[in-house]
């Protein structure tokens, strides 16, 4: 059955404002990598201690998702929605006016919390309005400012720390914040709500775990790959992962419903989910640092480059995805990461050309896959499991992107200590890359096909 994309006036009002809702915590995110050194500057901080408002804010957004389904369920869509983006608003205009290291943290951990709870209650949204049978074309329409997003972010990023002052880059979430809440707050749906118990016990426990995994990836990122308490508080996080999964599982009050993980389909479209935010994220991080190592190339160029994954994105949506939108998600995102593998070696022959036509190849086969990943795991759930997916998607992308960051920081620090050549570390980011792809080929072929519950 062909599907239809025709959307009412409210409809359209609803996709602006959930695009809105996605947009405003990557934008933010990819921003504040890029100015602070002039926030460090600002607040006579050293730099070392200000990326802990970038953990920080990590690990609040965390949180936020965890209790994402409790807030979904206890206080409906609507209101969800509009107290995390006002959430997530206030703490942006306080970050704004930070003075000193702790005001920073304690606004950016409020900005993070509210966060974590907007984007799964926003995916949550989509989801339930439009169902299973108009969700990938409506998918298809947000993913690509998604991909624009954190692209557009350096560039913005380097304008405001060169040009204006660090503070207007959260100043700036003010309009974006009230056009949204212009356009969503009468087409949302205002679900029927029930009494939903939280587990504290596995709340504190995975929260505990997310906290030990994310501080230790930030230190293995950073270089200390070989630090014997890196490493042990990595095992230790991923370790209180499982007892508290386990735990859930067998718990009556869960914290998430794992129940949809019985359909095969479903567990490997969360796997993709895991390695398209690896290899999207890892070679993200991985270009410019590369770059910075052996030519003198400046930001807002590396900013432009990055950007042309948006531009490849929507002309994938524009004149491909149609054609595709039939297709099974999992070939899709197979076609997808092989085409992102390819552009990395366009993108590694050098020079201005090759670095335009492979950026825009790249942005196209990950302008596809996202679409895919972003809608497969709600293809195989049911209607009442919509609310812990979309907590299940965000924590696993966080998760996949902060393995990327592990890859490229490995790679980076292999090529600096010339244990390897930058060729070998492109050809890595490839070979990786084209696994992925051919993986979930493997999974259409297998298993794309019939729905198979275990």
């Not at 794992?258 to 290899?279: D, V």
């Not at 149609?322 to 297709?327: A, F, G, H, P, R």
């Not at 490995?410 to 492109?426: G, K």
């Not at 050809?427 to 096909?449: C, D, E, K, N």
Request: with cysteine; net charge positive; hydrophobic share 55%.
């Amino acid at each position: 059955m062909k599907q239809s994309i025709d959307l009412t006036t409210a409809e359209r009002k609803l996709v602006f404002a959930m695009t809105l809702s996605c947009i405003l915590p990557l934008l933010d995110s990819s921003i504040v990598n890029v100015i602070l050194s002039s926030i460090s500057n600002d607040i006579n901080t050293s730099y070392a201690y200000i990326q802990w408002a970038v953990t920080v804010y990590m690990l609040a957004c965390a949180a936020g998702i965890l209790l994402s389904p409790y807030i979904h369920e206890n206080f409906g869509l609507k209101k969800a929605w509009i107290c995390s983006i006002f959430v997530f608003l206030v703490g942006s205009i306080l970050v704004g006016f930070s003075y000193n290291l702790a005001s920073l943290i304690l606004f950016r951990c409020l900005q993070g919390f509210g966060a974590g709870i907007l984007i799964p209650i926003t995916q949550s949204t989509i989801a339930i309005y439009f169902g299973k049978e108009r969700l990938k074309p409506i998918m298809a329409l947000i993913a690509i400012p998604s991909v624009f997003a954190p692209a557009l972010g350096p560039i913005f990023g380097a304008v405001i720390s060169e040009q204006l002052n660090w503070r207007i880059a959260f100043f700036i979430n003010m309009p974006l914040v009230f056009v949204a809440f212009f356009c969503g707050r009468t087409t949302i749906p205002d679900n029927k709500t029930s009494k939903y118990n939280m587990n504290i016990y596995v709340f504190m426990t995975f929260l505990i775990a997310l906290i030990l995994f994310f501080i230790s990836i930030k230190n293995l990122t950073s270089g200390g790959f070989f630090d014997i308490s890196n490493i042990i508080m990595l095992v230790l996080g991923i370790g209180l992962m499982m007892v508290s999964l386990i735990t859930n599982n067998k718990s009556d009050s869960k914290l998430i419903d794992l129940s949809a993980f019985s359909c095969i389909q479903y567990s490997f479209a969360i796997i993709m989910g895991f390695l398209t935010s690896l290899i999207f994220f890892g070679f993200m991080i991985f270009f410019p640092l590369i770059q910075a190592i052996n030519d003198n190339i400046s930001i807002t160029y590396i900013g432009m480059l990055l950007a042309l994954q948006g531009v490849g994105a929507w002309l994938a949506r524009k004149f491909i995805y149609k054609s595709l939108s039939e297709i099974n998600s999992f070939l899709i995102i197979g076609v997808g990461l092989i085409i992102s593998a390819i552009s990395i070696l366009i993108i590694q022959v050098g020079g201005i050309p090759s670095e335009i036509i492979g950026f825009i190849v790249r942005g196209s086969g990950l302008g596809v896959a996202t679409i895919a990943v972003l809608s497969s795991p709600f293809e195989f759930c049911d209607k009442n499991q919509i609310k812990d997916t979309s907590a299940i998607t965000r924590v696993i992308q966080q998760i996949g992107g902060a393995f990327g960051g592990v890859l490229s920081g490995i790679l980076i620090h292999f090529t600096q200590d010339q244990i390897i050549s930058v060729n070998c570390a492109y050809q890595t980011m490839f070979f990786v890359s084209l696994t992925f792809g051919l993986l979930a080929v493997i999974v259409y072929i297998f298993f794309g096909r019939v729905n198979i519950k275990i």
